[in-house]
């Protein structure tokens, strides 16, 4: 079995000078608030979906990395255009122009992502931008329910799925919701109508012996990956963008942790060699550096499985694990003591001992591993804790 991604722009579509603007009914019924902050969004040939996050600069649209950049090249678009619905049609017929601020798409990471900024109008139909962007809940929890909208398919109508959240792993969310082509970088809500994540791709297997394709599961961009990613810019980057939909628990909070997994669809290691594998798809693969790392993640080693030298070549090295999210760590020739926040290595310096008590006991102390000064490459700093 072979662990693949499908990501889901959809493409070629219309040339940008054969786009239609459809004609607007004058007596028509609005979209819903979640349907009207929804973005119809095309970044030269790809066409996905997104969803308006600010009304701030003339607005920002969240959307992912793999429509607004070539995830080849890494080239970004030089222009992209994103509509909005502005009936009950539910088709998009409000055009703007519209640039990327801030694009990734990195499988070393598992960062999917980018930012649009809209720009000049460009069709004719009546009316202005949605009066109320979708806010973000970073606190969602597995088993809770989860909506998407998106248009897949190309220049059609708004479609929505319905499912609920499995999980968490590498900075996505996974969950049961069946996206499709043009979903990418739609909202995924919750059922309170805030926006939970956007969508990104289908992970499934291939069967070697039949061919056949097996869903895994349906993945988004988690908004607490979002916000870390942008946050990587500048302190509260993030507050440009998004607005929360319970900021003074998102601000009250000391930290955020989400339980997630380490994003492996299979452990091995090969008949020669005792060092482990963390098979992603794509495909690509990770290692774990040390035993202790895999100790963060795993109590035993009854997951792991044999793989050929050879098929294991077919994966590609894109980078280590990191210790697991909650962790405490330090470097060998430093002394302070971080927290490891999330499975892509985010690591926030517990500023006192006084701090560290308060927040894990008094043993505290003994809960610190090291890393090698070699491994701290595989982390990044994100904000003190105060």
């Not at 970044?43 to 995830?71: F, I, N, R, W």
């Not at 061919?211 to 607490?224: A, N, T």
């Not at 942008?230 to 993030?238: C, G, N, Q």
């Amino acid at each position: 079995m072979r662990s693949v991604r499908r990501y889901l722009s959809f493409g070629p579509v219309l040339a940008a000078a054969s786009f239609v603007f459809l004609a607007y009914p004058a007596a028509a019924a609005a979209p819903s608030p979640i349907e009207s902050a929804v973005a119809y969004v095309v970044c030269e040939s790809k066409q996905g979906s997104g969803v308006l996050t600010s009304l701030a600069d003339g607005g920002y649209v969240l959307t992912v990395g793999h429509v607004a950049m070539d995830p080849v090249t890494r080239v970004i678009a030089d222009e992209c255009r994103v509509g909005f619905a502005t009936d009950e049609s539910l088709q998009p017929k409000l055009f703007y122009r519209a640039s990327v601020v801030h694009a990734i798409f990195d499988v070393k990471t598992d960062r999917d992502i980018a930012v649009l900024k809209i720009g000049q109008k460009i069709s004719a139909a009546p009316g202005s931008l949605p009066s109320a962007p979708l806010k973000s809940n970073e606190f969602a929890a597995p088993g809770d329910a989860l909506y998407v909208y998106g248009y897949p398919g190309g220049l059609t109508t708004m479609k929505t799925v319905s499912g609920k959240i499995l999980g968490f792993s590498r900075g996505t969310l996974v969950a049961d919701a069946p996206i499709t082509q043009g979903y990418s970088g739609g909202p995924a809500v919750d059922a309170a109508g805030n926006l939970v994540g956007v969508a990104e791709r289908v992970s499934y297997e291939i069967d070697e012996k039949t061919g056949q394709q097996i869903v895994l599961d349906y993945e988004f961009s988690d908004i607490s990956s979002v916000i870390g990613w942008l946050d990587s810019f500048a302190p509260k980057e993030h507050d440009k963008f998004l607005v929360h939909a319970d900021p003074a628990r998102f601000d009250g909070a000391p930290y955020v942790i989400r339980q997630e997994a380490p994003g492996c669809s299979h452990i091995v290691r090969t008949q020669t060699s005792p060092t482990l594998y963390c098979l992603l798809g794509g495909p690509h693969r990770l290692v774990f550096p040390n035993e202790a790392t895999y100790s963060s993640w795993y109590p035993d080693y009854a997951g792991v499985q044999f793989i050929s030298a050879q098929n294991l070549t077919e994966y590609q090295l894109v980078g280590n694990v990191s210790m697991r999210a909650g962790s405490l760590v330090k470097i060998q020739t430093d002394p302070r003591v971080y927290l490891v926040t999330d499975s892509l290595g985010t690591l926030r310096w517990i500023k006192t001992e006084e701090r560290a008590r308060t927040l894990f006991g008094e043993a505290w102390a003994a809960m610190v591993r090291d890393v090698p000064d070699v491994f701290f490459v595989d982390y990044r700093i994100g904000e003190p804790i105060e």
